[in-house]
């Protein structure tokens, strides 16, 4: 599957340290492979999945063929809106 990032995900990984960063990347990484790999849920009454990545969550949704990630946040502020 090909990953791709939201306009306001994309704007909050560039934003990220780099140690952080290196694993969130290659966190999505594992999005990408058949079957999907890492530590995802998906989220109650929902079509949203989440990927744990450390003390980061990755928020997205499958569509077609495409994994669309809408948000990258902190554990605290992923859930919030």
């Known amino acids: 599957m090909r990953v791709k990032l939201t306009k306001s995900a994309a704007k909050y990984f560039k934003g990220i ?5 290196g ?4 966190g999505l990484e594992g999005l990408a492979l058949n079957p999907p790999q890492g ?3 998906k ?15 990755a928020l997205y949704v499958i569509e ?13 502020e992923a859930y919030k809106d």
């Open 43 to 57: 989220l109650a009454n929902s079509e949203i999945y989440r990927l744990r990545i450390g003390g980061y969550r």
């Open 39 to 41: 530590d995802i849920k």
């Open 23 to 26: 694993r969130i990347r290659k």
């Open 64 to 76: 077609n063929t495409s994994i669309i990630v809408y948000k990258i946040a902190p554990r605290g």
């Open 17 to 21: 340290n780099e140690p952080f960063k």
